[in-house]
């Protein structure tokens, strides 16, 4: 399971890079697992690069077009209802989380429901170290793009 932090390290060369894009390529044979808000997390990420003057508008539209195309043909997307919205809420004032962060930490702990119970092993990658925390307390195997740069 991919947040909003290291899923934007696949479409914009920064530490951790190299290691992600191993990680999600087809061939690596791992399942690619995304909120629903990571598509407007990661644009978002994108144009504020290219406010701030650190992507150029041509970067930002191959950027934009490969997240898409890896949405519609690559990502699992994981949805968002009212039990998952009140899950992060609590999650929310238990670690003192964004709300977005909440959001991506209940939908990694919901996928790690299923998961377990097909015997499948999850990890959440993130380059956040305040959603990182509160995943290692939920019991969530974490992986920081950060640390393999």
């Known amino acids: 399971y991919l947040d909003s932090s290291a899923l934007v390290k696949r479409y914009i060369a920064e530490s951790g890079s190299i290691w992600l894009a ?23 990420a994108f144009a504020r690069r290219q406010r701030a003057g650190g992507l150029t508008a041509e970067e930002v539209a191959r950027a934009v077009y490969e997240f898409q195309d890896d949405w519609a043909n690559q990502f699992e997307v994981v949805g968002i209802d009212r039990a998952l919205i009140g899950e992060a809420m609590i999650l929310a004032r238990r670690h003192s989380l964004r709300g977005y962060d909440s959001v991506q930490l209940a939908s990694a702990m919901e996928l790690r429901e299923l998961a377990q119970a097909e015997g499948t092993p999850i ?14 307390a939920e019991g969530l195997a974490v992986e920081n793009p950060n640390l393999h740069p």
């Not at 990890?123 to 290692?136: G, W």
């Open 22 to 44: 191993d990680v999600v390529a087809p061939e690596s044979g791992n399942a690619i697992h995304i909120s629903v808000i990571a598509g407007a997390e990661v644009v978002a």
């Open 123 to 136: 990890r959440l990658l993130s380059a956040d170290d305040e959603l990182n925390a509160a995943a290692i």
